[in-house]
């Protein structure tokens, strides 16, 4: 459309050969979808550094159009902070970010991924596809974090490896009692949504208590379903109004497409239903309990099929996997900040509260940072990270899980002693803030190398403009428990995330 057309390519996608095999074929196979099913609409989405889906929607006839030449999309978007406001110079050169192509807010070019091709079940007149992002010159664009994502598992690839993750997903739902939607409420941020639980909370895995879910969780489920994710198990989780859903393990590319559309897919379903669900971690709502995102993940040997993290006997770890987890602890205070990108997911980062506070890995144990579950019969013997937040982007958390744990089979690093009793071991503490997770990055030559320092130093920069308007806007930040969480922090990502 109009980016690829001013750059006076006629065939965008052909010209800088964009697609493979399988994504010309799946293309065919959209259009016969879009014309079966009667839809009107596709809308096109790209994940942002936040992992939020921003995009457009197309009418169908236009659907010829662009899977030849793209779409357009504002280069600004990836120059903000999780408020909205641009925290670099858009109408400098290059942007703020020395970059051509980003200057001005210009046009970038969003490249639909035609596997990736849903209908959706909750507005079935509507298509739905992610797309990669390129500048006009068919150059891929360094800030696309799907981009990124590809790069770690084409160096898996080139390893002989492909990289398989199953998904453990914390969130709330509430139903909501005032959608804050007056004049005066509208902000940047606006006014999160007044709300009110859904059930009681401290009764784990209570089976009566799923009962009151149910209605919601059907919807759930026959919606997710249908979307064809790998869904597993609909938990009650032990806080007020608070659900764990997990998901069978999958391959490269897709558990981080995954999880992408599962925020979104959630989200619109339950406003939908009068219901607000929210992938923050720490709501500042009485008696609220954290949620987390738990990583289950394994390297598959690409030539043989077999999981190379299946133990010999006497051990719960085979040697890869040993060098993999080594990778994990050696890099985790840097990868805190991929895995938790916000001054709220910090608050979760307490002792015996089956989330982590330091850096240990244990055998099938919840209170460390990576839990390790194999055994010698045990086809699916993996390690569980338990230092995510639900609001990470999808592809920057698995993406720095397998960039150090490649980095530590390289360099076959050692993980060390399993802990039995982790909140008490004499190990290194995981960040206790933000702040302090980005220092760890911003000196991580692994990450630096895995991800280029142009991308580093731009995450870097986001995420500290976040910090600093944090502390303007919070005077007395410095007094405050460091455990409480602020109406600042309720504001910026109870909605958002």
Request: hydrophobic share 40%; with cysteine.
């Amino acid at each position: 459309m109009g980016a690829a057309a001013a750059s006076g390519v006629t065939n965008f996608v052909d010209t800088f050969g964009l697609w493979t095999d399988a994504q010309r074929s799946a293309a065919v196979e959209v259009k016969k979808l879009v014309q079966q099913n009667g839809l009107g609409v596709v809308r096109l989405a790209a994940a942002d550094q936040h992992g939020i889906l921003r995009g457009k929607t197309v009418t169908t006839p236009e659907l010829d159009g662009v899977f030849r030449n793209g779409c357009t999309l504002v280069s600004s978007l990836l120059a903000k902070d999780t408020s909205g406001r641009s925290v670099f110079a858009v109408f400098t050169s290059g942007g703020g970010l020395n970059l051509r192509g980003m200057e001005g807010a210009a046009d970038l070019v969003m490249v639909p991924d035609p596997t990736t091709f849903k209908v959706l079940p909750w507005a079935p007149h509507s298509g739905w596809m992610l797309c990669d992002l390129y500048f006009g010159s068919g150059e891929a664009v360094p800030f696309s974090t799907r981009q990124l994502y590809r790069t770690a598992l084409r160096r898996a690839h080139d390893m002989g490896f492909d990289y398989v993750a199953g998904l453990e997903v914390e969130f709330h739902v509430f139903r909501v009692v005032d959608p804050k939607l007056a004049p005066a409420d509208s902000g940047q941020p606006g006014a999160p949504p007044e709300v009110s639980f859904l059930n009681h909370g401290y009764q784990l895995l209570a089976e009566e208590r799923y009962d009151v879910f149910d209605p919601l969780f059907e919807i759930l489920r026959r919606d997710l379903q249908a979307l064809g994710m790998p869904l597993r198990s609909l938990e009650v989780e032990i806080g007020p109004s608070q659900a764990e859903f997990t998901f069978a393990a999958t391959a490269n590319m897709e558990p981080a497409d995954t999880m992408v559309l599962l925020r979104s897919a959630v989200k619109q379903i339950c406003r939908r239903h009068g219901y607000h669900a929210t992938f923050m971690c720490r709501p500042k709502l009485p008696n609220i309990c954290s949620s987390g995102w738990h990583l289950h993940q394994s390297l598959r040997d690409r030539k043989t099929g077999v999981n190379t993290f299946i133990p010999a006997a006497g051990s719960p770890l085979s040697a890869l996997a040993a060098h993999y987890v080594g990778g994990l602890l050696a890099h985790a205070p840097a990868s805190a900040a991929f895995a938790t990108p916000t001054l709220n997911g910090y608050r979760r980062y307490r002792p015996f509260a089956l989330a982590p506070d330091r850096i240990t890995w244990g055998e099938d144990n919840r209170g460390a940072m990576v839990r390790v579950l194999g055994r010698p019969d045990d086809p699916i013997s993996r390690v569980e990270n338990r230092i995510g937040e639900p609001a990470a982007n999808p592809y920057l958390y698995l993406g720095s899980q397998l960039a150090a744990g490649l980095d530590g089979i390289a360099r076959r690093l050692d993980a060390g002693s399993p802990s039995d009793t982790p909140y008490e071991a004499n190990v290194a503490m995981l960040p206790r803030s933000l702040s302090e997770a980005l220092r760890a990055l911003k000196g991580d030559r692994g990450f630096r190398a895995a991800f280029g320092d142009r991308f580093v130093d731009y995450f870097v920069h986001i995420k500290e403009a976040e910090i600093a308007r944090f502390q303007r806007e919070v005077a007395d930040w410095k007094d405050r428990d460091p455990l409480e969480v602020t109406e600042w922090e309720h504001r910026e990502y109870f909605a958002l995330f």
